[in-house]
């Protein structure tokens, strides 16, 4: 079982170390999201170079194409695409959710058509679980109910209980797998209910896991209910375990999370923003694409040591992306997939420095409106 080891906290932030069978990772940490078995457009070795410890993988779209038989002939992701760090599969029933079409919602699971070829198939808590463990992700995540907002409370009650329930079938599923080398964790919902949110905690904390997530957030809600609710729903999570906020978010979002004491996060903002232009940085977000970076010299961002703005200007970035070179994505990428690592890895110093409060009144006080 993982073993998180909690190193320092300032404030409720918190900075700690945990081991996986594929190495160990340092919390507050950022998953890059790979949902096809790529993180797009970079390979195993620049995510590497980025400082990536672990990334996302994506249950349904792995499932459907290329399949468990494919990836089971690899032992696992790992081997199948060349990344032998840590990775956390996603249940994959958030994709169901949004991607599917004809989902039926049922006490068995989700009854679907894949969103690629019509093909029917029932997503069961257990038969998340066996997916995942055929994927041998290092960190697997049970199968709940994700809910549209705005909910009713009736709706919220409802998927509570039935993430609880499935929670409860993960875990019975999971114990019965001989040669576990993987963390199964607990998914928390309730809705935008601070009382539901209290009562999935409890639920989820009974049936007991290595490590808990806060699901059902940034789907739709306002960034001040998004917020309320994760700074409700964080305390609530035992302390002595990590606390995963799924699906979130902005650069501002990590810093007020890890503020409120989450560990982890995963996100495609970085990677897919990148691929329509829109760097982050410092001093907040640009778009490539402004005509008034036509001849700036000066790179994405003075502060980033990354490849991209070791080596390229605004100018030229901005002409790759206006002719729609493959390059314009994987440099774009490069840049703000090594922004949000750093940003998390300098949180963490911060932390272990007992001065996350600094970190914070710095991180504000250069950021300017968006698109300078
Ligand atoms: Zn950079």
């Given amino acids: 079982m993982l073993d998180f080891n909690l190193l320092a906290q300032s404030g409720a932030a918190r900075a700690g170390v945990f081991e996986t069978a594929h190495g160990r990772v340092e919390t507050p940490v950022f998953m890059p999201v790979g949902t096809q078995a790529t993180v797009k457009a970079l ?3 620049e995510l590497k170079a980025a400082g990536v410890q672990i990334i996302l993988g994506n249950t349904y779209h792995l499932y459907l194409r290329p399949g468990c038989e494919t990836i089971g002939r690899f032992m696992g992701l790992h081997r199948f695409m060349h990344w032998d760090r840590p990775i956390l599969t996603d249940s994959g029933g958030f994709q169901v959710f949004s991607l599917s079409k004809l ?17 029917r198939h029932l997503l069961s808590p257990e038969k998340s679980i066996q997916v995942q463990l055929c994927l041998d992700s290092d960190i697997i995540m049970c199968l709940d109910q994700c809910l549209e907002h705005p909910a009713t409370r009736e709706q919220a009650i409802a998927a509570l209980e039935i993430t609880t329930r499935w929670a409860g079938r993960c875990k019975t599923f999971w114990r019965t797998q001989t040669d576990r080398r993987n963390s199964l964790f607990g998914i928390v919902q309730g809705g935008m209910f601070a009382d539901l949110r209290r009562r999935s905690a409890e639920e989820i904390a009974t049936i007991g896991f290595p490590g808990y997530a806060v699901g059902g957030l940034s789907v739709g809600e306002p960034k001040a209910l998004m917020m309320e609710m994760a700074a409700h729903t964080l305390p609530l999570l035992p302390a002595d375990r990590p606390r995963y906020v799924m699906g979130v978010g902005t650069p501002e979002d990590l810093v007020a999370l890890v503020g409120m004491g989450a560990d982890m996060f995963d996100c495609v903002m970085p990677t897919r923003n990148a691929r329509n232009g829109q760097m982050f940085t410092a001093r907040g977000t640009l778009n490539i694409r402004n005509a008034r970076f036509r001849d700036d010299p000066e790179p994405v961002d003075a502060s980033c040591g990354c490849y991209t703005c070791r080596h390229y200007s605004l100018a030229y970035l901005r002409h790759l992306y206006m002719a729609r070179e493959i390059l314009a994505y994987r440099l774009n990428t490069i840049h703000n997939i090594h922004y949000y690592i750093n940003l998390v ?10 001065s996350f409060d600094r970190f914070q009144k710095a991180f504000y006080s250069v950021r300017q409106s968006p698109d300078r």
């Fill in 43 to 45: 390979s195993p070795e």
């Fill in 103 to 119: 989902r039926q919602l049922t006490e068995a699971g989700y009854a679907f058509q894949s969103h690629i070829d019509g093909s």
């Fill in 345 to 354: 890895a300098g949180m963490r110093r911060a932390i272990l420095s007992g």
